[in-house]
């Protein structure tokens, strides 16, 4: 009998797993190799026609070991060592199968929008130094390992691609699986005008806007002071590296079972996980690299509810630390501090209109830097009073114009990884999380029975009524398509 | 800004919403009617073009006040009256809204398999008792009400459906959806010859099943106890009160926003919420009946994860407490008590053979009872020693034939609702669920403007590719389809 299952059946919150028994060498080079080591084990009922279908697959936070800033390959080679360590360490732990994070051999440098150097870190999923190096893991602790690498297409016109090889336990490349979901979402993309979330009316003081500058009128000798909150708001525009993956939804024969990948965001999206399950998939890793602001309220539910939906189990993995890169970008709502953007100023004397504009990123101002907002008298003389407010919400230099003016925080970092990698069992079940801050190895047996034991029990699958969800979204994506919506 | 969208920014854990303030005179009538009275507010940004779209709902969560012997129509205006009091509470808390449990009109008694009496609580969609009190609820208090119903359709055949019925303000009907996925699950269906999980195999006694029966082999003269674990599967018959609903995924224009409403076991299936989504529901309600040992830990994660998915509010209802059948049934997993069952005892004297035996449920044995388990002496005289055991698992009446029997604990109920109801927000945001035992109405404050906000942020829709799903699909539902899977 399941004792997960049982134990689902018992009590509301996460049943978490029994933990496994590793061996004290493993612990040892954990500690001395500073990451965290955890593992847990997830049972099946005894059946009569199957033995027991167990295998352990490994999960792999890390941060990168080397500033951005530092040479391509002196990076990329710093994170072949730090993931070879941690290899180590799963085989010591009877590890199979194991999986390294989003993009693992680079920083996330993808909100910087910026190609050179980033791109430099893209390599062939067939032969890149990567996979070779991934092969040697595979052949010499006999485990299948899956590499998610920014990729290079060189069959096809040079193209990129977020990509996940996966490499036999024999060391040959079983194949590779593309992220079929691309975000639109902050740091990810490019620039659109934000929206006023708050502006607070004060006598005398109006507001214009005309998609490119807000402008203030203010009545003559005013001195009351004025507060603009904006949110900018997330693109619609394509994420610039790469496009969705054109491979569908491959699963992949190994040693010790059915595996797929779905790479990070398509975490979101239910029908991207079901097409895995469909195929066979009885476990899916989620490489991820998202951070707090962004997703965290969010990570402990969906891929626990894709575990349960689909009656398989899911490997959700998430980096770890924060990435500093060379050159300032801004962000969306994925940015990191506070959100709102607050600029704020007491009225200079004199003015007659204040005018508060804003840049696309990649487009520099007088000044060299990125999206701004520029706050400057359009009418009057030049005014010494800068303006004033929260002063980590603002930088005052001056444009050649001679205005004062006043900046969203540009940064330099994406945000925070939070770590928390996790395994989720088809009955609901869960390991906990490793640390929000650490690097880490998550160790989880897995018997793989189970899958197809709650799939008979609760027989989604079988009460799903695809025919009829494929005819109605071959419907709803048609262009003249009408919701079905019933009024009085 | 999003109060709600900036904490889940921050926590990793679900965060909670602003409760309301309700007024004393409603927290008092909770009390003098004994029922758990909680409010919460969601948030969203201030607009430029919008007002705040704000809307409140209630869930309601009760148990059945009469026995499930008590005639119907008692039983029927007992809930009346119940929900009757709950709902003038739900008025002086301003609720726009209000849903009711699944099948709220009479006790969960599908799982007895029973017909009469209970398809006596099915009634019209169009005009039936309930409705018309829904009605004059509705009109009383310019509230939209959600009834879920057991629906008989006599305009086609007197078949029965598990629906949802929607009254708009103003007292008329303004449609009814349907239950669109049934279970398969233990109480919910019928019988299945079990899975054998354990055999202790004892010098001696060896085994042999036929699908009919279980028979035991033991040399003469032997004492040794044997012990035998059974685990009912669940069945794959159809459900045998309703069928899968045939009304799509139909959205209702309320005055208060546009709503849908997934019926129970839809929960687990996430192309049901998408499709109520892709049709425009910006709240979706979930009444169901569900227990402890069937799925509390899925609860939390699957109405929370579809409102994360789809960019829309959820409301999870629950009904409470336990309902007592008069005659016994037996289950599946689902079932209330241990699984797996055990049947245990030392053999009597010269006992040659022993034979276990099963009866589907519906065919009464010898002493009228359904679903049992006999163990008999097949071959020898009859004995006086009857089989020992944990008693909680065992009765031990004898057969007409005069063998000591053993059978399953056929039990009159099915099991604990735990209630729990709760409300999530497409932010991922959710509120505390009501009491896992009372009775309870949970108000909670929509902004409607958050799903849009929301869907501006992470745009699920935009990079949701259902076009190629659909054809995924059409291809994964076709007898010769072949899973994508990769081998080496």
Redesign the interface.
Known sequence: ?SSS???????????LQRKLDLPGAALEAASRGDFELQGYAFEA????QRRPRTVRVGLVQNRTPLPADTPVVKQVAALHRRVEAVVEVAAMCGVNIVCFQEAWTMPFAFCTREKLPWTEFAESAEDGPTIKFCQELARKHSMVVVSPILERDSAHGDVLWNTAV?I?S?G?V??KTRK???????DFNEFKWP????FRVIPGVSLREDGRCFHFSVKPKKREAWRL?I?P??S?FQSTYYM?GNL??????TQFG?IAVNIC?GR????NW??FS???AEIIFNPSATI???S???????A??AA??NHCFTCAINRVGQEHFPNEFTS??GKKGP??QTVSAHLPPAALVWTLGLWPPGTPDENGVGTGVEMGQAVGAPSDRGPAGPGRHMHTPRTPSGWPAARFTAHRDFGYF?G?SYVAAP???RTPGLS?TRDGLLVAELDLNLCRQVN?????K?????????????E??KPDYT??????
């Open positions: 009998m299952w049982l134990r689902t059946g018992r009590s509301p919150g996460p049943p009922a005894a059946e009569q996966v036999s024999s040959a079983l194949g079929n979901h691309i975000p639109r979402v902050g929206e006023i979330l708050e909150s949110r708001r997330p619609v969705e569908g939804h491959p699963v992949f024969q059915r965001y979101h999206h239910p029908l079901l097409m469909i195929n066979g707090g602001a962004l965290e309220s969010l990570w402990p539910i969906e626990r509810n349960i939906a969306g709502d959100t709102p939070y928390s009955d609901g079940s929000r008979d029990i609760w027989g989604f079988m009460t799903g009524r695809y025919e009829m969800y494929a005819q109605e979204l071959a709803a994506v919701p079905r919506i019933v009024k009085e």
